[in-house]
């Protein structure tokens, strides 16, 4: 906005001759990829400006990935790790995570507004100091040699002008889930009841209808001869995720809940017929695989159809008895375990086998 000063004038009564509101606001559109950095330390020393790259996502219509420069993207930032992001202006936050999935707060890094352009030789952005090197290899790699890495992506579609007499008020964010949470959590109005090891819940046999196909047929169809039986934990966050649509939150003091929990909910996700949950729970298995993760998830990926996490689970034994590293812990894991043993012979074209491993007794 500008002015220009005129003279002074003599005072004159002022007159309210009515008001109006303007307003401006932006449209965005936001999501979220995570990148899964395994075996970091053969890829360590590529060479400055020796990118990786992430799968493509899609965010406000565009397609996007991460780029990874282990070494720096250019002489000056060869000892820091760099991230890179078409004309379009975006907010980005890179957040390393924990090895439950949950994001570490001091590892974030917030940008500004930037233009990302199609025209220049890079098509995208460059952040090119995101972290010391020596800091992540020692507060974000783990034991197994990997890393993930969030990065939020909000797109800035358009800026909305406008003139109105009022300022409308703006929408709340749906909180659905709150409401049917607290309707679990209070049991009003439960119809139906469960037992599950000796512990009795409450539920609505609508809700528990239009969430799976399976409990559809069981309540108001052909009614199952006997309820598959599970752990109450389990049965509990099945619920939880019926009623939310979210997992529940991971215990504070059990770092490894949140994984052994997803097996669990993936064995009753396909059990139910609930496909967005087994997906979630794949994801999580997958983003925090290692060796013991490996060993007992294999079984399950293959009889519940989990044919990408059985296939990540074989890359990780696989990669694990190649390098040499943890290769004794994984074989001992694996000992004495009949079933996958087995396993491991008839799909032996898929997994590179030493000889050392151990044979079915």
Excluded at 237 to 247: E, G, P
């Amino acid at each position: 906005m500008s002015s220009s000063r005129s003279p002074a004038q003599p005072p004159a009564t002022v007159t309210d001759e009515g008001y109006s509101a303007s307003m401006a606001f932006a449209e965005t559109s936001t999501g979220w990829h995570v990148l899964k950095v395994e075996n970091y330390s053969q890829i360590k020393g590529i060479g400055v400006a020796r990118p990786i790259k992430s799968s493509t996502f899609i965010v406000g219509g565009h397609s996007w990935c991460i780029t990874f420069f282990p070494d720096g993207s250019s002489d000056q930032t060869a000892d820091w790790v760099c991230f890179g992001d078409d004309n379009v202006k975006v907010k980005t936050k890179f957040t390393f995570l924990d090895k439950v999935g949950e994001p570490v707060p001091s590892s974030s890094m917030v940008t500004g507004i930037c233009t990302f352009s199609t025209r220049g030789p890079s098509w995208g952005y460059a952040y090119p100091q995101v972290i010391k090197r020596t800091v992540m290899e020692s507060c974000h790699v783990s034991d197994d040699d990997t890393f993930c890495v969030r990065c939020d992506v909000t797109v800035v579609e358009k800026i909305c002008h406008g003139v109105s007499s009022e300022v409308p008020v703006a929408v709340p964010p749906s909180d659905l889930h709150r409401h049917l949470g607290d309707l679990l959590a209070t049991g009003v109005g439960a119809d139906d009841t469960f037992e599950v090891a000796g512990e009795t819940f409450a539920a609505h046999r609508a809700v528990l209808a239009v969430r799976s196909p399976v409990f559809m047929a069981e309540l108001f169809g052909y009614p199952l001869k006997e309820r598959a039986s599970t752990r109450p934990r389990v049965f509990e966050a099945l619920l939880y995720f019926i009623y939310t649509d979210a997992l529940p939150p991971a215990s504070d003091d059990d770092d490894v809940d949140k994984i052994v929990m997803a097996q669990h909910l993936l064995v009753v996700a396909d059990r139910y017929g609930m496909e967005r949950l087994a997906s979630m729970c794949e994801f999580t298995l997958y983003l925090f695989m290692n060796v013991t993760v490996a060993v007992s998830t294999l079984v399950i990926a293959e009889q519940h159809g989990c044919q990408r996490l059985k296939e990540a689970c074989f890359r990780i034994l696989n990669n694990c008895f190649l390098s040499g590293r943890g290769g004794s812990d994984a074989a001992q894991q694996v000992r004495g375990r009949g079933e996958l043993i087995s396993f491991f012979h008839v799909h032996c074209s898929i997994l590179l086998l030493p000889s050392s491993f151990p044979t079915y007794q």
